[in-house]
DNA sequence: AAATAATAGAACCGATCGGTACCATTTGAG
DNA sequence: CTCAAATGGTACCGATCGGTTCTATTATTT
């Protein structure tokens, strides 16, 4: 836990957004949970929303360095972007895509929270996309979409099965893109 | 706009709800756009909860209705899903999927309203399947769980993107599974 | 027409919401 | 050591939350 009191207070509202739910959590029990004092949290953020912002940009920046090394060990073969994935969304506390939640909490399509959320896997998806495209896969951009589309969409399945099977669907879906996307030649 | 207090009640919230969210549409807010007494609605529903439940379940006949309805005029063609699909997710207050969206508001994963949202993805599966075997697809089954899956991408891509062009990337990948899993012979 | 049921609306409940103001204590720099 | 900044804690603000109770009125039924 950060002695810092700013991060102290992303991590703990990270934490607790994620587990109950934005608007579930008030500021009461939020800075009861950090241990700050309620002036010091208006003295920080100048709203929950603010907070909420200075979180996602937060968990973003943690998530695509994570996800950037996740791709890196998994070689030559793509497919493996599902095994780190089905390990993250096998946690007992697993309760979504931090950044999906938001946006649908947060009703507001052309707002601050969904330029976040959007950013966001558009980093990530650049992220696929250099990946693809060093393993020789032609029209990555392309390809790194549509494996953005099969993580979001198992991401929904996990949540509403409550097992990671969809991520095993995402794979193999995935597998059937990448024979037909196959490298020209290996690059490595 | 149904004349019956309680209908009236479901069709209002089910606006709202969508619109606004769950958690940000307070009963004052409902009754008031509803013209209902305050009074009345505890008469016809002993919470806010089971106002949602009703919502979703009245959801849940409505869109299976609709989307059986489009599956039958797809014709041999089962990629047509995704114009029916499209053609819902460009409209102009498109927010998502209402049972996501719930399911992401509604924290706790083995509550009513995620048995609601697991069971009426379940039978939309179903309906799939039941196309596609029709049309003569090898494996119907694991064929409409990675449509729905594609789909469920799709909503949440479009929420995101603020466009359609999740829901072509879906047909795409949708039309290299079906290339895959071809129909031995048209059963029509 | 009389009796019964259902209605809309308002008053009210305790609890909590996001946010502000103030205070006593702790901390760190000069 | 001193002084100023930052802190945690508490009381408080108006507003709203979900939910209960009551009343006066409207429909329905007989």
């Known amino acids: 836990m950060p002695t810092n009191a700013r991060d102290r207070l992303i991590t703990t509202a990270e934490t607790l957004f994620y587990r109950e ?10 800075i009861a949970a950090a241990g700050i004092g309620r002036a010091s949290f208006y003295r920080h953020f100048e709203s929950k929303e603010a907070l909420l912002h200075a979180v996602l940009r937060c968990r973003n920046e943690k998530t695509l360095t994570v996800f950037g090394a996740a791709l890196a060990s998994c070689g030559s073969d793509p497919l493996r972007v599902f095994d ?10 697993f309760r979504g895509c931090a950044f999906i939640n938001a946006m ?21 998806i650049r992220l696929l996309s250099d990946r693809l495209h060093e393993s020789g896969y032609r029209q990555p951009d392309r390809l790194a979409g549509h494996f953005q589309l099969l993580i979001d969409g ?35």
Request: aromatic share 2%; no cysteine.
């Open 21 to 30: 739910g934005i608007q579930a959590v008030g500021i009461s029990e939020l």
């Open 154 to 188: 198992a991401v929904v399945g996990v949540l509403r099965e409550g097992n990671t099977r969809p991520v095993e669907m995402a794979r193999d879906i995935a597998s059937h893109l990448l024979v037909s996307w196959r490298p020209t030649h290996s690059n490595r």
């Open 104 to 124: 649908v909490e947060a009703a507001d399509r052309h707002g601050e929270t969904h330029r976040i959320a959007r950013e966001h896997k558009l980093a990530q």
């Open 84 to 93: 780190v994935v089905a390990e993250r969304y096998g946690a007992d506390d």
